[in-house]
């Protein structure tokens, strides 16, 4: 089975803070994707990666940086965490056999305040 | 015009009801399709693909028409178990580099 885990359940920080989320993924998929899922909106993909450190823009990148030094680990940086970040944060792999079903983890339910 | 477009309900349907779910993309040249489903605080998980000739499974039958370019979920017999909401997706294909388009989802609520 595919596993998809995120660091953190639950994560309260407060305005101005560094945060950083990881997800790491155990099936040598090539693809990873950050989103944000807000009521009203749906999801919004923050960034995206296809390859060790190749990385590029979804809808909503203003506020996000990415980074992935290893091909199962993609991190998701907030630089400086204002309250309107506040939201639910699902990582996402795919890739392998199994090209286009998407894999999501439990998701990080920030609130920044 | 958003790429995905669904209804996003709720849908109220008593125990035992048929409920179908429709989804419209803006990009003809799609090549992938599928039905995600997202129980109530947690990730959204693959229900099934569409296919051009339509397919089934179970008591879900998924379709889809690219000459009007809309996807369709039916579900039959529903289950207060079925609650959830349904995620419209969309692989638009080459030149896309690997993304997949969401709906905002379809909720569902099943009473007793």
């Known amino acids: 089975d595919v596993k998809v885990t995120q660091s953190s359940r639950y994560l309260v920080k407060r305005t101005g803070e560094k945060v950083f989320l990881e997800c790491v993924q155990d099936?040598?998929?090539?693809?990873m994707f950050w989103y944000r899922q807000d009521p009203g909106l749906g999801l919004r993909l923050i960034y995206f990666?296809?390859?060790?450190?190749?990385?590029e823009k979804g809808d909503i990148p203003e506020g996000y940086s990415v980074s992935r030094e290893k091909k199962e680990r993609f991190s998701l940086i907030l630089e400086s965490a204002s309250t309107n970040q506040t939201s639910m944060y699902l990582c996402a792999s795919r890739g392998g056999s199994s090209y286009n079903e998407q894999f999501f983890g439990p998701g990080t339910r920030l609130t920044v305040l | 015009r958003k790429e995905v477009e669904q209804d996003p309900g709720p849908f109220n349907v008593p125990e035992g009801a048929t409920v179908a779910f429709n989804c419209t993309y803006s990009?003809?040249?799609?090549?992938?399709f599928f039905w995600y489903r997202q129980d109530c605080r947690k990730e959204p998980k693959l229900l099934m693909s569409?296919?051009?000739s339509g397919n089934e499974d179970g008591r879900f039958t998924a379709q889809l028409n690219r000459a009007s370019q809309y996807i369709s979920l039916l579900i039959r017999d529903s289950k207060l178990s079925d609650s959830a909401t349904y995620l419209c997706?969309?692989?638009?294909?080459?030149?896309?580099?690997?993304?997949?388009?969401f709906g905002q989802g379809t909720t569902l609520q099943v009473k007793p």
């Open positions: 990666s296809y390859d060790v450190k190749m990385k």
């Open positions: 990009n003809s040249a799609s090549q992938s």
């Open positions: 099936m040598d998929h090539e693809n």
């Open positions: 997706v969309v692989y638009p294909g080459s030149g896309n580099t690997g993304k997949l388009i």
């Open positions: 569409v296919y051009s």
